[in-house]
């Protein structure tokens, strides 16, 4: 259970409403007890007095207590149900805000590569579905126990009127039989509530995957197969959620049985104790109804532990990973060797700029090392050139230099301080990182550079524009640089694209860059235009910049090659 434990303490805040709403749920449960007990204790009392006026007995009823004890049960039980669920609702709408708020700030705090290890469809499945698990954790989990156990303390008290001892095996037989039909619940939901989140998490990442990639799907004649793959997944979600709805009905068939059982059985005794003459028809009448009254209250407790499990499920998945984890946040590992806890060391934009890797090894996967003792040096002011073949770790390379990596062994320095202790705020400050990935924004062109620059003039962006070949391109559109570029820059074609999240870049004042394929995509003509912007924007700066090929790089001091983990002059 301490996964639920941050989730638990968000609650603290709305202790005050809990309370109200958890005394309205009590409220609720009595009443409809009060109302079914004495409206059976009227009915009978009543036809009792009638059978002995008719037959000349003189009896005497007053009507008017009882009648109106049962005006005020039902009153106060639809008035305290409307208040309960205002409470309650209200608390869990906040708690949904905060829950959100809280998931998202930890994404939005992950590194690149951290948050790229998470798909889409896993992302909004995260910040949705198991969301919406963890938020009726009062109201649907905690609350429906509590509430019944003070429902049959209420009930034993009704039966205690007629007889103490019926009373205190009718109670715990009830206890006892919720007790174990909630752990039942609890225990049997654990596998597969946790195979439900993610067999969840799964299909909606595969139906992202299936409407983003639909384009290539169809030019590849694969959508039948990889719908087939799509509805598999479907099929799987729809067979754990009958197999979870059949636990719930199974253990509310188990309950409400063992309940009608004790009903049976306290109205069996209290027809003993009426022959006996030791209570009254009426109250004979009330006992068994009272214990039929806990329908309501107890039929929730199957359902209540099946829930806790699936919000423990969503729990341990919102707490999995790197979520919540930001660069700065790793403890030191064996063999980083930079000695300084989990101390983080403020970089600012004016610290020397130099980078060195000192026997840094990276290994991936079944333990392939991508970099193998490697180690460099680049001086405050060098621009350097790395090139190599898809997959010999440049990118691997440059999330090191940006702190987004920690190396198996090693360390990586900037400014002389290590990366993984600095604090990644600072760090990120001082840095211009143009990853292998292009990502813009649904927005407008002026809107998509100024992430990196909000202040940014449009004089500014203009001659930015021009410097990337993109001016003639921007001034044909419709709206300049006003244009909307549509989702994910699908307006826009790859190599614009790619020169647009280049001039993102070269909008910050960065005293580190690190340009992993900065001319893809381009033409011969485009490139070289380009190259001569990106020779004149570094000057001063510290830069790694990476390709495939030394034609695929701007003019640089020195080139590497990267081969076999080891850097080798070319």
């Not at 169809?218 to 997944?233: C, I, M, P, Q, T």
């Not at 460099?376 to 190599?388: K, T």
């Not at 292998?436 to 550079?449: K, R, V, Y």
């Not at 910050?508 to 381009?522: N, Q």
């Amino acid at each position: 259970m301490h996964e639920l434990r941050p989730y638990l303490s968000m609650l603290r805040p709305y202790r005050g409403r809990l309370l109200i709403g958890g005394a309205l749920m009590l409220v609720t449960a009595a009443s409809g007890i009060g109302l079914l007990a004495l409206s059976g204790w009227f009915i009978t009392a009543t036809a009792v007095t009638g059978a002995l006026l008719a037959a000349g007995v003189a009896a005497r009823l007053d009507i008017y207590v009882p009648g109106g004890g049962i005006r005020t049960f039902a009153v106060t039980r639809t008035v305290a149900r409307y208040f309960e669920r205002v409470f309650n609702h209200d608390v869990v709408l906040r708690l949904l805000r905060d829950l959100r708020g809280q998931t998202f700030s930890r994404l939005a705090n992950l590194s690149p590569s951290a948050l790229g290890q998470l798909r889409s469809g896993e992302l909004l499945n995260r910040l949705t579905t198991d969301i919406d698990r963890l938020d009726g954790l009062y109201l649907r989990g905690l609350a429906p126990p509590v509430v019944a156990g003070l429902a049959i303390l209420i009930t034993v008290a009704l039966l205690a009127i007629g007889s103490v001892t019926v009373a205190s095996i009718a109670g715990l037989t009830l206890i006892t039989a919720g007790a174990l039909i909630g752990l039942r619940a609890w225990f049997s939901g654990q596998a597969l509530t946790r195979r439900l989140a993610s067999a969840n998490a799964n299909l909606r990442a595969q139906l992202v995957d299936h409407l983003r990639g639909l384009t290539e799907l169809k030019a590849f004649g694969s959508v039948g197969y990889h719908r087939e793959r799509v509805d598999g997944l479907d099929e799987e979600e729809r067979a754990d959620e009958n197999r979870l709805a059949t636990g719930i009905a199974t253990g509310e068939a188990i309950l409400h049985g063992t309940l009608q059982l004790v009903a049976v059985g306290v109205l069996l005794a209290a027809l003993s104790l009426f022959a006996a003459d030791r209570i009254n028809g009426a109250v004979a009448v009330m006992m068994p109804l009272a214990v039929l009254a806990l329908l309501e209250p107890l039929g929730v407790l199957p359902g209540s532990g099946l829930h806790l499990a699936r919000a423990r499920a969503s729990a341990k998945r919102l707490d999995t990973g790197e979520i919540g984890r930001t660069p700065s946040s790793h403890t030191t590992q064996p063999g980083h060797g930079d000695g300084h806890g989990d101390q983080s060391i403020e970089a600012t934009p004016g610290q020397a700029s130099d980078i060195r890797f000192e026997s840094v090894t990276v290994r991936r996967g079944a333990g392939a090392r991508v970099l193998d003792e490697l180690n460099l040096a680049v001086s405050e002011g060098e621009h350097l050139g790395i090139v190599g073949a898809s997959g010999c770790g440049k990118s691997s390379l440059a999330d090191l230099v940006a702190g987004w990596l920690v190396p198996d062994t090693g360390r990586v320095l900037a400014g002389g301080k290590p990366v993984g202790m600095l604090d990644a705020a600072s760090h990120l400050a001082r840095l211009g990182y143009l990853t292998q990935q292009t990502d813009l924004f649904s927005g407008t062109i002026a809107g998509n550079l100024r992430v990196a620059c909000p202040d940014a003039s449009e004089a500014r962006l203009w001659s930015l524009l021009e410097a990337l070949a993109l001016d003639e391109f921007v001034a044909s559109c419709p709206d300049g640089m006003h244009t909307w570029i549509g989702e994910s820059g699908l307006e826009v074609s790859g190599g614009q694209a790619r020169r647009l999240a280049l001039g993102r870049v070269m909008l910050r004042d960065a005293t580190i860059v690190v340009l992993d394929e900065p001319l893809s995509g381009l033409d011969e003509a485009t490139a070289a235009h380009v190259s001569v912007a990106i020779e004149r924007w570094l000057t001063g700066r510290t830069a790694i910049v990476l390709g495939h090929e030394p034609s695929a790089i701007p003019s640089v001091d020195r080139m590497l090659q990267l081969r076999t983990g080891r850097l080798v002059p070319i």
